[in-house]
């Protein structure tokens, strides 16, 4: 009987769990474009390939610094979406009314590159409630932008020798044409709202270089607690890499993170020496 009891509970057990895994075909349909499940968050990007940005002569490709994203938490029944716009500063409006008319939160607004041309704003975006509902939603709000929203092309084959790079930051990037690409979570648990917020929720340090001429151009952003952002900007710049922002993007975060944006362009093994060196003030998975 107590066996029995036993197999019950876990039976239980299992359908609740199945019950609770992201359902990726619908988002996938709901979204018009493939995505990728980590865990049980369902995350697809938009990168503004219509957009031709420079820094200071610098070409930014989408992959580098110019890709909106979406996370889908499932936890339950319900779900938890969060994100980031990038933006025209003559989108912006449009964006924001459009989130205020269907009830979703907007949790900062603000710049992560400095003297680009054009202008580029970035919106940060959460809501909760029925997954499909919070993906056609924010759909609808891309479609305000001049944001590609179809599946995107095959990526090119990179041709770019990152094995510097990769050594000194101890481990593999994901390349995708001239643009290698690397996250770092954190080793707390990290809350929004009450609930624990997985890496692929934006919680994770992102770090892009992109290969242009022989020169690395990178950026990205630290996430960090308050005690690590001066030891990293001090590192950063002390390795000839701009700091060219620090914010927050969300309301309920616990314990509270600040987001550090960076920029930097030189010789690839410097620049990715600045990163580690600044990487080592964080209490970061290596």
Same mark, same amino acid.
């Given at each position: 009987?107590?066996?029995?009891?036993?197999?019950?509970?876990?039976?239980?057990?299992?359908?609740?769990?199945?019950?609770?895994?992201?359902?990726?075909?619908?988002?996938?349909?709901?979204?018009?474009?493939?995505?990728?499940?980590?865990?049980?968050?369902?995350?697809?990007?938009?990168?503004?390939?219509? %957009?031709?940005? @420079?820094?200071? +002569?610098?070409?930014? &490709? =989408?992959?580098?610094?110019?890709?909106? /994203?979406? #996370?889908?938490?499932?936890?339950?029944?319900?779900?938890?979406?969060?994100?980031?716009?990038?933006?025209?500063?003559?989108?912006?409006?449009?964006?924001?009314?459009?989130?205020?008319?269907?009830?979703?939160?907007?949790?900062?607004?603000?710049?992560?590159?400095?003297?680009?041309?054009?202008?580029?704003?970035?919106?940060?975006?959460?809501?909760?409630?029925?997954?499909?509902?919070?993906?056609?939603?924010?759909?609808?709000?891309?479609? %305000?932008?001049? @944001?590609?929203? +179809?599946?995107?092309? &095959? =990526?090119?084959?990179?041709?770019?020798? /990152?094995? #510097?790079?990769?050594?000194?930051?101890?481990?593999?990037?994901?390349?995708?044409?001239?643009?290698?690409?690397?996250?770092?979570?954190?080793?707390?648990?990290?809350?929004?709202?009450?609930?624990?917020?997985?890496?692929?929720?934006?919680?994770?340090?992102?770090?892009?270089?992109?290969?242009?001429?022989?020169?690395?151009?990178?950026?990205?952003?630290?996430?960090?607690?308050?005690?690590?952002?001066?030891?990293?900007?001090?590192?950063?710049?002390?390795?000839?890499?701009?700091?060219?922002?620090?914010?927050?993007?969300?309301?309920?975060?616990?314990?509270?993170?600040?987001?550090?944006?960076?920029?930097?362009?030189?010789?690839?093994?410097?620049?990715?020496?600045?990163?580690?060196?600044?990487?080592?003030?964080?209490?970061?998975?290596?």
């Amino acid at each position: 009987m107590k066996a029995r009891s036993a197999c019950c509970i876990l039976f239980v057990l299992f359908v609740s769990q199945v019950r609770a895994q992201v359902d990726s075909i619908a988002l996938e349909k709901a979204f018009g474009k493939k995505g990728v499940v980590q865990g049980n968050v369902f995350r697809v990007t938009f990168p503004r390939s219509d %957009l031709k940005v @420079t820094v200071d +002569g610098f070409p930014v &490709a =989408p992959g580098l610094a110019l890709t909106s /994203w979406v #996370a889908i938490h499932k936890m339950g029944q319900n779900a938890m979406m969060m994100g980031d716009f990038v933006m025209l500063d003559t989108e912006e409006p449009a964006v924001v009314a459009k989130l205020v008319s269907l009830g979703l939160g907007i949790t900062a607004i603000h710049n992560h590159l400095v003297n680009e041309k054009p202008a580029i704003k970035f919106l940060h975006f959460s809501g909760s409630g029925d997954a499909i509902k919070l993906a056609e939603e924010i759909k609808s709000v891309f479609a %305000l932008t001049g @944001t590609p929203l +179809g599946p995107a092309p &095959a =990526p090119a084959a990179g041709t770019v020798d /990152w094995s #510097a790079v990769e050594a000194i930051l101890g481990t593999k990037g994901k390349k995708t044409g001239a643009v290698i690409s690397y996250s770092f979570p954190r080793n707390e648990k990290l809350m929004e709202s009450g609930m624990e917020m997985p890496p692929a929720m934006g919680m994770a340090t992102g770090i892009n270089l992109e290969m242009e001429g022989g020169k690395a151009g990178t950026t990205g952003d630290f996430v960090l607690l308050a005690d690590e952002v001066n030891p990293v900007v001090k590192a950063l710049v002390e390795h000839g890499i701009n700091v060219t922002a620090i914010h927050n993007h969300m309301l309920y975060d616990e314990p509270r993170l600040f987001m550090l944006h960076f920029w930097g362009v030189g010789d690839p093994g410097k620049i990715a020496m600045g990163l580690k060196t600044a990487l080592e003030h964080t209490n970061s998975k290596k």
